[in-house]
T-cell receptor, first 114, second 111 residues
Framework: EAGVTQFPSHSVIEKGQTVTLRCDPI?????LYWYRRVMGKEIKFLLHFVKESKQDESGMPNNRFLAERTGGTYSTLKVQPAELEDSGVYFC????????????FGPGTRLTVL | KQEVTQIPAALSVPEGENLVLNCSFT??????LQWFRQDPGKGLTSLLL?????REQTSGRLNASLDKSSGRSTLYIAASQPGDSATYLCAVPSGTYKYIFGTGTRLKVLA
């Protein structure tokens, strides 16, 4: 069974540009999460999808971030326009259920904004 | 507000030692607790998931315990090996799914 995959693995962009990160969850997992770790800090929750619906986007830092999950399969996270403080590692995770369910994480996308 | 703390922040031990990593959390009303391992430049690998009704889980040389009332979990690694070198993270959900992570313990096992 394939795990959670993320693309790209690394992205280097200039301030003001747009970047789109993609996550493919484990097949059959309705729950998809985005997290990120900025330099020197702990990993923090960004948002949660159940199928194609956003259940909780309380962790999204501001309106420069837009997440979608069309058709309830893969998800994208767009940052537009990117700022220096957006640099970090963006992780995607998926789980079969919402409550008490093991979350499986992808390898992450390392984003560097210059 | 849930907060997660991991002690020690870093640990260096000779190969073969048994060791204990600690995780504490402030809100004991948790659904579960999950331990992860992260290798440099890699993603998070799930090691063990302990449900709130359980007291411990074992996988190979790893044993994780959970004491909800005291807000603590320990990850015990038996007979450590150089391949165990990584950062170990614990996470608890705030509510049912929003994981709160500790800052991790960086483990180095010397050959």
């Amino acid at each position: 069974e394939a795990g959670v995959t993320q693309f790209p693995s690394h992205s280097v962009i200039e301030k003001g540009q747009t970047v789109t990160l993609r996550c493919d969850p484990i097949s059959g997992h309705d729950n998809l999460y985005w997290y990120r770790r900025v330099m020197g800090k702990e990993i923090k929750f960004l948002l949660h999808f159940v199928k194609e619906s956003k259940q909780d986007e309380s962790g999204m830092p501001n309106n420069r971030f837009l997440a979608e999950r069309t058709g309830g399969t893969y998800s994208t996270l767009k940052v537009q326009p990117a700022e220096l403080e957006d640099s970090g590692v963006y992780f995607c995770a998926s789980s079969q259920w919402t409550s008490g369910s093991e979350q499986f994480f992808g390898p992450g996308t390392r984003l560097t904004v210059l | 507000k849930q907060e997660v703390t991991q002690i020690p922040a870093a640990l260096s031990v000779p190969e073969g030692e048994n060791l204990v990593l600690n995780c504490s959390f402030t809100d004991s009303a948790i659904y579960n607790l999950q331990w992860f391992r992260q290798d440099p430049g890699k993603g998070l690998t799930s090691l063990l998931l302990i449900q709130s009704s359980q007291r411990e889980q074992t996988s190979g040389r790893l044993n994780a315990s959970l004491d909800k009332s005291s807000g603590r979990s320990t990850l015990y690694i038996a007979a450590s090996q150089p391949g165990d070198s990584a950062t170990y993270l614990c996470a608890v959900p705030s509510g049912t799914y929003k994981y709160i992570f500790g800052t991790g313990t960086r483990l180095k096992v010397l050959a």
